[in-house]
Structure formats: C-alpha cells, structure tokens
C-alpha cells in the first residue's frame, strides 16, 4: 500500500511549476512566452518586436511594448515568419495603424506558464490571459468601465499579405481567412472565432479605412474591430485551419465546446504535466546551507542573512523548461477530423497518425529527436508518416518544412537520420521500403551541389557555396542509408552509400588538420581556420574539422592518431584565437572555437571518450550544462532552433548522448541529478542515479559505474539496456579518476568496408599565370599512386605517373587521380589560365578584403564569376563606386570593353546604375569614350549577372572603368537605406 500511495504521490506532482517560458525569450533564444498545448497547432502569444533578428519569435524580453496577440508563433527560429491573426484589446475610438493601438506594459504584471500567459496593457489598463489547447486559443480581456471597449482584429500584421479576407457570421462570430508569403512562401490559415458577449457594434477596414454597412471584406490591407459597452469580461476563442473555415470551426468546437477559460487552463496544464512527467529528476545540487545564508558571516549569525541561490530548485527550473522547449515543436497540423493542406498545396487527410510541420530537422536530429525516440514512440512515428507523406507530395524527404511549403533551409538531408535512427531503435511502424526510396530519391537529385557531391566524391567550393558543410552533412546521411540498407538487406546499396560515407576525407586536408574547401582541384586558399565564409554553414573550420560522427576512427587515424586528436580537441576548447570573417549571429556560446550556440558543435565535447582522456568529456560537458545555460531570460546561448538547444541540456543531464544517430551507442557524459527516471513508453523505466551531485557541485568526475547493480565498464549505453528498463548508477567526485577510466571500453565509430582512396590535390602558386609555374600533385594516402593527364583525357594507371612537379606554361588542364590497390578515387580537375602580360589593372577605389575573388588582378585574370555570388570570383565594392585603371603598356586600337557584373538584389548586390568608360593616351588627361546603363531594375529578384559592353572603336593607352553604385536600398527592401554593393567580375578589352 506504502508503494502505491508513493507511486501515486509521485505521479500527481506538479512539474509544471518548474517550467519558465521566459527561459530563451531574452539574448538570442527567440522563445515566445505565450500559451500553447504540447506540440501544438496554436500558438498564442505576445508580439513586441516586428523586425530584426531578434524579433524573430515576435517577442523579446527586453521590450515593454506590446501590439497585440497572434495565433502562430515559431519557438527559437533564425528566420522570422507566422504571428498570423493579431487580436488587441483598446478602448475608445478603434484605431487601426499599431502605432496608435500597442501598448506599454509592465514586466511586473507578466506572468507566463505551461498553456497559460498573462499581463496587463496599461495605456488602457486591461487586463490579458490567454490560454490554448492543440488547435484553439482563447482570450480573456479584463476591460475597465467603459462603453467603448474594442478587439482589434488586424490581418495585415507581420509579414506580406498575398490576400485575405474576414466575415462577420453574426453577433458573436467571425471568420476569416490569411493568405501570406514570408519564410513559408504561400502559407493559408483560416480562423473562425466566438465570443462569449454579443457585440454591439463593428466595422470592417480596408486600407484602414472603414467600409460601412459591410459583414465581409477581402484585401491586402483588412481589419476589423468589434465592440463591446462596458462588458468587463470578455473571452474570445479562436480555431484555426490550414484547410477552411469550417475546419477552424470544427477545431474549436471539438476542442473548446464552451467559454471556462479556468477548465481550458486547467486541462492544458494537465496535457503539460504528463508529457513532463516522462522524465522524472530530483537532487541536482547540495541542500542550502547556513554558509549559503551567511556567505561571509564565518558562522556569525548576528549578520543579515541573504536569500541563497537553491542551485537545486535552479537546475530543476532549467531542466523542465528544456523539456517543455523541446515539446513546443514539431507542430501538429491536421484538423480534428484528419485534413490537413499538403506540401503540394492540397487538401489531404491523415488516417491514423497526426500529420505534422516545422521540422527544423538540420538543427533536431542531433539530440531532440533521438529524445523523443526514447520517449515518445508513437508521435515520432507520426513524424515519420509525415515525412513520407511531404515525399508522396513533393518528390522528397522534407528539409525545412513550414506550414505547407518547404523552406530548404539549412543544408542535408536530415529527415533520413530521423527515420533510420527511429527504425534502428525498433519503431517500424512505418512503410520501409517507401522510406528508403524515399531516401534515395532525395540524395540523388541535382539540387544543392548533390550532383557535383556524386560525380567528385565531394561538393567543390567552385560548384556550389557551403560545401565543406554539405559534403559533411551529405556524407552523414549517406552513411545512415547505408545502415538502413544493411538492416533492410540490401548489400548493393550499402556498398555504394557507405563509400560516399566517406566522402568527408576529400575535404581534410591532412597537412593542417582541418575541413577545408576544395577548389580548382587544390584546397582554397588564403585559409584560416577561425574564418566563417561560405565554405561552411554558419561555422568555421574549427566547428566543422569534427563533425565526422558516423567514422570517428577513421578521423582520429587521418589526424595521426589518439594523441594528435585530443590534442586538436584540447586545442579547440582552449585556443584564444578571436573568429574571423563574416559576421555570424548564429556562432555565440564560444568556448575556445567551440560554439555551443549552434549545432554543428553540439557531439564534440563527447569525442573525448574516443580518446585516452574521457575524463576531459566529462569536464566540458558539465561546463557547458553549467555556463551556457541559466534561468535567466537570456539563459540560451544561441537559438533555441525548435528544440535542439534544449533537447541537449536534456539529454546531456541525463548521463548520455547519441554523437550518430543511426546506431545504438550512447556517450556516457555525467548525469547532473541524483535520480533520474525515465518513463518509457513499453511500461519500463530506467533510472540514472548520482549520488554525488547532492554532495558537492564539482562532483563532475566519473569513479564508477553499475548497470542493474553489476560492474559496468564501457564509455557507452547500448539503447537497448536502456529500452529494456533497469538501473543506471554512477559515482562521481571532484578529482579525474584516470586508472578507472583508462580501463573502461571506448565506444566504437569507424567505417571499415569498402574504403575508399582520398582524391589527389593540386599545390600551385596560383590557377592564373604571366610567367611559366610548377605544380605538384599530392594524395593524403601516402601509399596511393598518382597518375595525370594534360591533354584533357581522363586519367588511369596507364596514364603518366606523377614523381616530380610538373611545367604550366599555357593554359592547361591537369586531371590526376590516385589509386591504390585497383582503387581509384574520382578524377581531380585543375585548369591553369595564362593571362594577358600587356594588361596592368590599378583599382582606385579598393575592394572588399570579404570579397576579394583571388586578389588584386581578378577583374582581368579570365576567369569568369557564376550567378550564385557566394562561390567567388567577385570583387564586392561598397559605400564607394569602383574605380579601375587598366594600362595596356602602348596606345592600341581597341573595338569594345566589358564590364561584367551581377545582382542579387535580396543580398544587397545591385546592378551598377551606369557603367563609365573613358580614354587616356597619357594616363593624365581622360575622355569620356561610352556609358553604358544598367538594362536590370533593382526590383529583378532572381540572381543574374550582365555585361556592360561598349563599342569603342578608337586608339588608346588607358582605360578607366567606372562603375556608379545604385546607393540605398529601396523602401521596399527588408534593408531599405543601407547601401547596396557593385560585385564586378570580369574587365575585358578587345
């Protein structure tokens, strides 16, 4: 009886109280703080901020100005979109610009929790509660007396309107419809809304302008307000649909049958409470002691005592409010009765699963999804058949899907981890075979440097930009497929995907250590590790060099060894060097070149258990758990990406990790709790116990390990001793224990069929010329042979052995491929111009050193840039027009002169306006000779690039280019005001 009064006493509490939205919604989170069920549809919440990074979320702690309330929100997006339908209760006269409804409001009167906000507007002193299930919110406005008092209801509010329209049903409600083009390029959501007051009075705009004795309107530009006198109370619920307004309505009638905003709270908070209650933790830190009380006192209790920090009620609160961000989202996106818009933009229904959208999947295969996995079986089932679905729609596996578009954001094909992952760890109730054609299909497409990725063995920096992050991630998910096919027996599609698994070892340059670019057959150069350019994803060098999770033997080997690889390891974590390069809002949380801020780094810190020096993983991962995150509003540090940021505080606290989702070991870290359970699914629990973290806050050092009260010794779980249920104890102190470490066995990453042979890379002074150079051509495998070609032939053993460096003195392109063994890797291509010598190019005005293509002379070293700007070649000039001088040695007579540039207007990259060419025979004394105007407006979006040519027809000696910036960017413009930039490439005179 003892154990089940416990068991209930235990199952009845309320975790709840330890989650605080607020967490993420200050520094760079991008948290919302409104009311929202787990994992739901709607999400209701405040908006203060319309622009900027920051206001992603349209919310940010540190505002004090509110415009009102919307229905959708994205919980710690880069990209901001949703707050679609904005409801603002005012008094007096209904205004319709935000700037005459918004409101101040008071950190004081906000209070926030799981399905439950509030605050209170004081230009109008209302009050505000909202609350929501899965597909419906509701409002609760404290109106003070008053015989005008308002709901606006505006659907022009946040992002571009493609149409709209709303229709008064009668006098307690509406609905209406929001069509709008953001992030999601064609996003729909229909609303239907009741009140629980008649109003007595309303009046629909256009263009802010009421149109009266109209019940329905459609527009651009449509709001509306409805009024009420002296209602006091008024609650408005609201359901919302991808499908139609009917749908809308059957969502809120099924989900919020009448107007008891306290039962509607109450059972949300319940909704929230069970998903909590899956992982259970108690004890993360020592009790407060008298010297917490009296921290300088020495025992004197005549001092004032001070509130002491409860460190552990603190971890508590930082735990469950990770658990609740990881619940926020995937979000449910069926109605009630299964219909849902698809990817294709038609109606489709789920039978017997919930279809569901944004998936930041780049972000949330690392550790939110592995998480729920674990825990939560059936809806990641669901994720499954939605991905298949959004496959049947659209012809692959989602990347980024939001709403009823796919985004393509970020880079990989990470839906394939998820599902491999989950049918690895037995959740198979999911067609396969349709999964893995699925998969397949979306690796062999021709889209993001994919073709060039299966054609070299790598994406080149020259084919495609961020391709030391796509041939990472690409290689990743090849080797995923293959586990797949190896589980599904298919021994000839493994062969082929766990080669490409090793695709990664085309981009590490084994003379520095470091993923590097490919470029032209050599690495590119000038190269510093520290440089966030567009070789990489929101990263640099030093971020990417170990994101190898699928063969991390085999990265350890290339780097040289153990030592060599904790060394690099230890060097990352410790090294003073500042980033370089581009501003990168996303690279935060900095611990050495260790950016914890954002996902790429997120396995690292684990890779120490590879190593003879585990202790080391135990000691970061517990400083990050410690300093990069708080319970503070600015407690994240970097986006919380849907979940992902949270989910590896979540999983890190709980003892383990999975570096490679795919396979079944996970990294034994350091619980940070004394008692862990873990709720599973199948009725099992697995309890994690530490005692140690109630004794001392540095007890962070593994001494010892039991798995179901026997002796473990492995640097690893198996998922399945996890799955099965048991108990998990470890014993912890303040000092590395390394002669229990070294005898534990490490965990095992290494891919060891059908090895691949690396490619071969050119070394050249340069790939343009004006006096004669040598080139050498090396392999990373030191037993492999090199052969080459000159004469554009494709090269094989038979071809000309390469043993000493070779001669360019004409334009050549030098094809070389190493084999070993009757291996050969692909076909390396490097193609060696000779410019002109009687060509002397000055720049008055000089380029960007960001934008630099290959220096001084690439206006007029033949070699042309692409459309897409970010793979080089282009010489980027800002705030000054550019200015160039080209000395042909002697007057000659020259027929025309082109000046190539390019636009990308949405990247600040503008067409010059007009183009100068004036004449010199002295270098003094110039003419204008043509002008040439741009034939391009600056409202031409898709990225092209234009000659300015001009037929000349004269003898000269110097040419002067001038090209006349567009200046600031249009009003239209997300940017508007900021100066554009002139990207030039290439100056050639005939």
Known sequence: MSIAICASAQKKKDLTKYVDPFIGTGGHGHTYPGAVAPFGMMQLSPDTRLEGWDGSSGYHYADTTVYGFSHTHLSGTGIADYCDVLFMPTVGQPQFKNTDYRSGFSKKNEESGPGYYKTYLNKDKIGVELTATTRAGMHRYDYPSANQANIIIDLQHRDEVLDSWIEVVNDREIKGYRRSKSWANDQYLYFYVKFNKSFKNYGIALNNQVQAGKSKLQGKNIKMFVQFDNPGEVISKVGISSVSADGALKNLDAEMPDFDFKKIAKATKAAWNTELSKIQVEGGAPPVSHEDRYPASNGNRTQKPVKPVDRAAEKMTIFYTALYHCMLAPNIYNDVDGQYRGLDQKIHSANGFNYYTVFSLWDTFRAENPLLTMIDRKRTTDFIKSF????????????????????????????????????????????????????????????????????????????????????????????????????????????????????????????????????????????????????????????YTFLVPQDVEGLINAMGGRTAFEAKLDELFSTNAKLSGRQQDDVTGLVGQYAHGNEPSHHIAYLYNFTNAAEKTQYYVNRILQEQYSAKPDGLSGNEDCGQMSAWYVMSSLGFYNIAPGQQQMQIGIPQFEKITINLENGKKFVVSNPGATVNRNNYYLQGMTLNEGAYNKLYLNFDDIAKGGEFEVFTGRLANKLFAQDLEKPTSKITEELIVPNPYTEAPSRTFKQPISIAIKDADSLAKVYYTLDGTTPMAASTPYTKRILISENTTVKAVAIRDGKSSFVTESTFNRIRSDLKLTLVNKYLVNYSAQGDESLVNGIRGKANWRLGNWQGFQGKDLEAVIDMSQVKPVKQVTLGALQDTRSWIVFPKTVQYWVSDDGKNYKLAATVNTKVPVDSLEPQTQDYTATVNLRTRYIKVIAKQYGALPDWHESKGSPSYIFADEIIVE
């Not at 393509?408 to 394939?416: K, L, P, Q, S, W």
């Not at 760890?425 to 349709?434: N, P, S």
């Not at 080149?460 to 497929?481: G, R």
């Not at 440089?531 to 060098?541: L, M, R």
């Open 388 to 543: 298949l679905e959004m496959y049947k729609q659209g012809g692959l596996l989602p990347i980024w899907p939001l709403a009823s578009n796919e985004t393509y954001c970020m880079v990989g094909n990470h839906a394939i981890p998820v599902i491999v992952d989950a049918y690895a760890k037995g959740i198979r109730d999911f067609d396969a075979e349709l999964a893995f054609t699925a998969m397949k299909a979306s690796v062999n497409r021709n889209q993001f440097g994919l073709d060039n990725y299966r054609a070299t063995g790598l994406v080149n920096s020259d084919a495609e930009h961020e391709s030391v992050a796509k041939t990472l991630d690409y290689a990743y998910d090849d080797w995923c497929i293959a586990q797949m096919a190896k589980m599904l027996n298919k021994p000839q599609d493994y062969s082929v995907y766990i080669k490409r698994a090793q695709y990664w070892k085309n981009v590490f340059n084994t003379t520095n250590g470091f993923m590097q670019a490919r470029e032209n057959g050599s690495w590119f150069a000038p190269f510093e590790p520290t440089e966030i350019n567009n070789n990489y994803t929101e990263g640099n060098a030093w971020q």
